[in-house]
């Protein structure tokens, strides 16, 4: 009887083993694959083809703040506003490349889009998990160019966009907040996945890209509670646009925009079938959305 245990206890450890190995295999090629097929930039390359036949083209240019180089594009004709674009994570600013070839965006204002800290040409592979130090590293955008400014944040640069209205409300007009991740209690608990991923052993395994956005989104749960009393300082036009479909940010961020922008002049829109990529989804209506911003703001209303 003992023997035939351990037999098919041997049976059952071999199983696992093999089953393990099996997963790491698997991890490990999808990782590559992915890695090798995946990118959330595109080269210098791309975007010159991208841009050839436009009658304008944005420029690059950087900054440096606390030892980070900070990269940008704008398209700068003299309007006398500027639209900032934040991207998600990952990302970079190609994110809303689109954007730039709109002459009804153009030509009201100067069109912006950063490499946020750590990814495309922003200090790429150093992340900053603050979304205070965040919004400080991108505060020179706003001072380098004419109000009134309106923010436009998609996913994580939701939430960065907020936090630059916290800490900077005179260089912040009004700001757009796309698919956000503003709650803590909402959301996922992913440490199960997202600690191991830090891990020597296990990170490199994965894509850098990911395990960029990993050092971002561990930390944002604590990042979003310390931004909880600062909600009440956001009085300048608040937009938030969230897709009741979205399966990576809880539709939930909505209605929690709705309760903490008490002293803003805000508007929720939901969208009953959208998903979370709305610049790319909803583009018409984000565009839409930020010159109406940009003509209540010049006109008053709502201030």
């Known amino acids: 009887m003992f023997q035939m245990l351990m037999k098919k206890k041997s049976k059952w450890f071999k199983r696992v083993r093999i089953g393990c190995f099996s997963s790491v295999v698997l991890i490990i090629a999808v990782s590559q694959i992915v890695s090798g097929c995946i990118s959330f930039s595109k080269s210098d ?9 436009q009658p304008v083209k ?3 240019d950087t900054y440096t703040v606390d030892d980070y180089e900070m990269h940008y594009k704008v398209l700068d004709l003299k309007q006398p506003a500027t639209f900032v674009f934040i991207h998600g994570t990952p990302g970079s600013w190609d994110a809303f490349i689109d954007y730039f070839v709109d002459s009804a965006l153009y030509n009201k204002a100067v ?3 950063p490499d946020r800290p750590g990814f495309g040409k922003s200090s790429y592979g150093k992340p900053v998990a603050s979304l205070e130090t965040q919004a400080k590293y991108l505060a020179p955008i706003l001072e380098k160019y004419p109000a009134p400014r309106i923010l436009i944040g998609h996913s994580l640069g939701g939430p960065i966009v907020a936090r630059m209205a916290m800490d900077y409300p005179e260089l912040v007009d009004g700001i757009i907040m796309l698919a956000p991740a503003l709650s803590a209690e909402l959301e996922p608990h992913e440490d199960w996945f997202r600690v191991p991923m830090r891990w020597p052993i296990i990170e490199g395994i994965f894509p850098k890209i990911f395990r960029i956005s990993n050092e971002e989104l561990i930390f ?14 956001v009085k300048m036009p608040s937009v938030v646009i969230q897709g009741e479909a979205d399966d990576l940010v809880h539709p939930g961020n909505g209605p929690f925009a709705d309760s903490v922008l008490v002293n803003a ?3 929720i829109i939901m969208l009953p079938k959208q998903n979370h990529f709305l610049p790319w989804n909803e583009s018409d209506l984000v565009k839409k959305t930020i010159l109406e911003m940009l003509e209540e703001i010049r006109s008053g209303v709502g201030s």
């Open 111 to 113: 069109i912006v889009s």
């Open 220 to 233: 944002l749960r604590e990042e979003l509670e310390l931004m909880m009393p600062l909600w009440k300082d």
């Open 265 to 267: 002049p805000h508007k």
């Open 58 to 60: 944005p420029v690059s």
């Open 45 to 53: 390359k791309e975007v010159v083809k991208f841009f050839e036949d």
